[in-house]
């Protein structure tokens, strides 16, 4: 995963790299229009031409991200499957160590509920025993 997460980092500065060069680009092509050398149409036709290939690469950076985020939840998730397997075999006793790394944030609902938000992007609601 990590070397994943290494190559979609690469690619994600890649495309802020060349985001940064059609933007550069637009603000000439902006200039020049400005200083009267270039005209209205061939400003509007370069600048949406432009701006077109901003968005697919932002589309792009976009998805990379979403990439990123899915291969750090399923590795969370496949994480907490082998410790919960490993806490019911009795090979993993639950601790306060354990359970912070589990846990990662703790919620009062109400009086009677708390709600725990666990790696994985896993939310359960639990009842409060009384």
Known sequence: MQ???????????????EIANISSQGLTVTRLYN???MGFDDYLSRKSDLDQKIS???????????????????????????????????????????????????TPVSNEEIAFSLIGGLDLTERMRS
């Open 3 to 17: 070397l994943r997460s290494s190559h979609t980092s690469g690619k994600i500065y890649l495309i802020d790299k």
């Open 35 to 37: 200083k009267g050398v």
């Open 56 to 106: 697919i690469l932002r589309r792009k950076r976009r998805l990379y991200l979403a990439d990123d985020e899915d291969e750090k939840m399923l590795s969370d998730l496949r994480e907490l499957d082998e410790i919960i397997a490993g806490i019911r075999d009795g090979q993993i006793q639950l601790d306060e160590q354990l359970f912070s790394t589990i846990v990662k944030k703790v």
